[in-house]
């Protein structure tokens, strides 16, 4: 268990509709950044929050938006989904927003039918 | 999306032999990290390397940071079969008050026993 929760799991949906998901970081960690991976691909960065503020931005989509909660929680919200939009969604949190190692979790698994 | 390039892509290699891994960029990087995600789990840290031509070790990993800041190196000396997995570097870019966190593509390492 490496201390970062992300729920839910598994996710099935279909297209055009609207998901949230989830993660707790790591105690005492503030930042937390969302990663996504198609299948057999590497990690795409989507989006950085350090204690509750935006800190970095990747190839997010338009449809995708984030927030981090005063309790340091965060939730990914994909929206108008698409059949391209099934991936393992990560979420990693470090201490801070420097040269800090990146704690993964489980991840959530989308598959948009 | 922006990668590093990581290679080889992909390895099968004989229980006991030793692995080279590397990843490089046509960019500066501040920190390099070195990950394993096993099939359907998060990535899990194995090394990281905070200064140019630091060299690091990890039980049988060994790993280096470029002296150009530039590439990494990971080395995994005798094999095992639990060895298996998807190797992955990411490095971290600093500049303008962001820090995000690059990942390379992926080394999928499977070892025969």
């Known amino acids: 268990d490496s201390g970062v929760t992300q729920t839910p799991k598994h996710l099935i949906t279909a297209t055009g509709q609207r998901v949230t998901l989830r993660c707790s970081p790591r105690?005492?960690?503030?930042?937390v950044y969302w990663y996504q991976q198609s299948l057999d691909q590497g990690l795409q960065f989507l989006i950085q929050?350090?204690?509750?503020?935006?800190?970095a931005k990747g190839n997010i989509l338009e449809r995708f938006s984030a927030q981090q909660f005063p309790d340091l929680h965060s939730e990914l919200n994909l929206s108008s989904l698409e059949l391209g939009d099934s991936a393992l969604y990560f979420c990693?949190?470090?201490?801070?927003?420097?040269?800090?190692?990146?704690?993964f979790g489980a991840g959530s698994r989308l598959t948009v039918l | 999306g922006q990668q590093l390039n990581q290679s080889p892509q992909s390895m099968f290699i004989q229980e006991g032999e030793d692995v080279s891994m590397n990843c490089t960029s046509s960019?500066?990087?501040?920190?390099w990290l070195w990950y394993k995600q096993d099939p359907g789990e998060g990535p899990v840290l194995l090394i990281a390397?905070?200064?140019?031509?630091e060299l690091t070790s990890n039980g049988r990993l060994t790993a280096q940071f470029g002296i150009t800041r530039k590439d990494s190196f990971l080395n995994i000396s005798a094999s095992i079969p639990s060895d298996v997995g998807i190797y992955f570097c990411?490095?971290?870019?600093?500049?303008?008050?962001?820090?995000?966190?690059?990942f390379g593509t992926g080394t999928r390492l499977k070892v025969l026993a």
């Open positions: 105690s005492g960690d503030l930042s």
């Open positions: 390397l905070y200064k140019a031509g």
């Open positions: 990411a490095g971290q870019q600093a500049g303008a008050g962001t820090y995000k966190y690059i």
């Open positions: 960019s500066i990087f501040n920190t």
């Open positions: 990693a949190s470090s201490v801070g927003v420097g040269a800090n190692v990146l704690t």
């Open positions: 929050y350090y204690n509750g503020e935006e800190r």
